[in-house]
């Protein structure tokens, strides 16, 4: 908010644009030094926090109202509340963050000087959206050539689809995922967690990157634009669905609720269940190893998987040779629990993991010996959000959280004291709306 | 037509199968020069996976293997010999990166750890995605793209309530999360080393970019103790939206019309079907309470659809619908990605003219796109062994006869 004590505090802890990068912290940072305009919501989120744990400046641009990632649950402590959304607490962190309203002039004034003095701005709008606005990337890399603009939309900015609306699963069903989940006698399920919106922040941010080092590299080539289809995006996961049918003809359907082969698939244990892959991609010797396990918990039938029929992929991918397998692997698997067959079945050098769950996931002790989950603060609850860190270790430039996400217009009087705006006309700029 | 982004870098590939492979395609589909690294007697397995051209087996006929290597040289070295290793670290002395997925260890058995390769080019990019990562009490476990689903928990998390976990249906970490962050990574340790002339090691573990991307749902379970569960197609609190049957054989739709007016423009588009008449249903609230019903009602509707039909009227609407779409009709129906020019067809010395996918994304002035089809096995080691490494080719014709180059 923009109250008169926090301009005040603003004027005197802002010196420069970047002040508010960490600089407490020894190492340096890969991406220090590029100043980033997060104009996003959920398609681009991850791809602005991306930037900001390796030490870019990034500014989250919100509606006046809000990010509408805001009113997206789980909430913490099950609030619905601007400030307690989760997703937003965890795709935003590391950002500071200001409310406009680009739909006003004094709004798109505002953002043009924001604009004027960034690397890279990305923005998810619906195509023409931002031009309607005089915010496009023509119009604001004639003011400021070397900026790289990311537009990341449904369908690309062009094309039949372009004016098409679409939400994750409808990006997952258009660009061919969709079909290859779920089970063979149910409709297609979808995978969990947005996987269409976060696949295209995560080629936002290669392809961002390779525009920003292109810039980087010609002193004299200006910044281009980056035109992101979410659709094309989940192509990118077909795994080999798309030569399947290319070379052989042949259409993938899904799967799920059987074994791929013999020894590939869910099995129950005593305490959920495993993933079990000693066929397949990984081949055959894993097999023998499987085996040997199986007789010496004294499940001596086993030892007829080590016939020489048991060599063909052929016959492990029949029925028969399915239920054999399930027939002496399932008990055995049933009697124990999720750690005891990784761990014992990983020590004989078989591929077994446990199906985990978040509860899981969050007790592991490889992740744990790796610190990979950290606490984040979260003020408005006064709790600690316990999150996933460092998704890769730099070991010269290390991934650190910068800061908590945001409230909602929490630095707009510091980033408008940046741009020259006195606290009288920053205060009128609240009053009449244009900005939070 | 401008110069590609990573025009002029070079990258000593020594990556294999999945997540590896598709990081270093992306950095060859934008002018890297990749060098991959293989070996006869330890060939990346995807070279003996289906699909095969026309279904005839090969080590250069896999299209699992080319998608991913589009763009890129290979070379053959024995990395057991002696002078296998000298070729490789001369040519890592001649390289910006160098990149491997092997469990932690493979690489310092070749000589080739981070440490030793430091030595030869200090400035040097070096990326490691083992599964688990560098270090730790499972860091030597097995696992491919499957069973990493399961240890990420999208696994447990997508698919049925009431069924055992279905997952995405595809190795989805090897293909988008961990490409994806480790092509991130390098990138920014890139342009590190452009600011400060320093190099550095990357270490990811190829579980952790997945689990990355589940933040919130990790959130909800540490901050607010809950276990999320499986929900099929359905997404709290919304309703309508799922998956519906249309006609003809596994045929289906997706739908989400929850907010208040894609709901009102779905149900004009079903005709104002008496089932969705209920004052009940005008308010999210009580679309969610009965969202069985209301599922029902829409797919006794959507089955006399055609699903192309239905996603036009849909679309005309304002509702965001789209057709499920099978591999065959993403290949030759879908309008969107002809117009992107996404599908590359390019031809290959024994597949002859196959598909390969291209960067999902367009940068302007920039051609980015596969420019060369997967290489067979070996098909630069002369090239590359004679023009960066300035051997003869009578040196190479000895190299090989030493069993060096196989």
Known sequence: MCDARISADANALATSWQSSASASDAAPSALAGIRVLDLSGLAGQYCGKQFADLGADVILIEPVMGSPVRRDGPFIDDR???????????????????????????????????????????????PGTMKHRGLDHAALSARNPRLVMTSVTPFGQTGPYANYEAEDIVALALGGLLYLGGYADTSPIAAYGNQAYLAAAQFASVASMMALLSVDTDRERVGQHVDVSIQECVTMGLETAIQYYDLERIVRKRTSGQQIMAGVGVFECDDGQIYLMAGGIASTRFWE????????????????????????????????????????????????????????????????????TPRDILTSRQLDYRNFFISQEHAPSGRNLVVPGAPYRLEATPWHQQRPAPRLGEHTSEILATLGYEPAACAALVKSGVVN | MSRLPLHGIRVADFTWIGAGSFTTKLLADHGADVIKIESRSRMDSLRSSRPYKDGVPGINRSGYFA????????????????????LARRLIATSDIVANNFTPGTM?????????????????????????????????????????????????????????????????????????????????????????????????????????????????????????ERSGNERRPLAPHGVYRCQGEDR?????????????????????????????????????????????????????????????????????AGIVRTAADIVDEDPQLQHRGHWVRLTHPEMGESIYNAPPFRISESSVTPFAAAPLLGQHTDEVLTSILGLSPSDVEALRREDVLT
């Open chain 2, 252 to 320: 289906w739709i997706a739908i989400s019309a929850w907010r208040d007016a894609t709901w009102a423009a779905l149900r004009a588009v079903l005709g104002d079907p008496p089932f969705a008449r209920s004052p009940d249903f005008d308010a999210a609230d009580g679309r969610w309470a009965r969202r069985h019903a209301i599922d029902d009602g829409i797919a006794a509707i959507t089955r006399h659809w055609d699903a192309g039909d239905l996603m036009s009227a849909l679309q005309r609407a304002g509702v965001p």
């Open chain 1, 289 to 356: 190893n499987l085996v040997r396990w199986l007789m010496d918990e004294g499940v001596e039938a086993a030892g007829q998987l080590l016939e020489s029929a048991w060599e063909s992929h052929d016959y492990l991918a029949t029925s028969e040779a399915k239920a054999i397998f399930s027939d002496l692997f399932a008990p055995f698997a049933r009697k124990h629990t999720k750690a005891h067959l990784y761990q014992t079945g990983q020590s004989r050098r078989i591929p077994i993991c446990p199906i985990n």
């Open chain 2, 67 to 86: 998608d991913r290597n589009s763009s890129k040289r290979s070379i053959t070295l024995n990395l057991k010999s002696e002078a296998g290793k000298d």
């Open chain 1, 80 to 126: 619905a509340h601007i400030e307690f959304s989760l997703p937003f607490a965890y795709f935003n962190a590391g950002k500071r963050g200001m409310a406009i309203d680009l739909d006003r002039p004094e709004g798109q004034r505002i953002l043009r000087q924001l604009a004027d003095r960034a690397d890279l701005l990305i923005e998810t709008a619906k």
């Open chain 2, 108 to 228: 310092e058995k070749f000589g080739l750890g981070y440490e030793a390769v430091r030595e030869i080019r200090e400035d040097i990019i070096y990326i490691a995605m083992s599964m688990q990562g560098a270090a730790g009490p499972e860091h030597r476990y097995l696992g491919y793209g499957l069973t990493m689903g399961a240890l990420t928990g999208l696994q447990f998390l997508s698919g049925l309530p009431d069924r055992e976990p279905a997952g995405t249906g595809t190795n989805f970490s090897d293909h988008i999360p961990n490409p994806c962050h480790a092509a991130f990574a390098i990138l920014a340790a890139l342009r590190h080393r452009r600011q400060t002339g320093q190099g550095q090691y990357i270490d990811i573990a190829q579980t952790e970019p997945t689990i990355a991307l589940l933040g919130p749902s990790m959130g909800d379970c540490s901050v607010n103790n809950r276990l999320p």
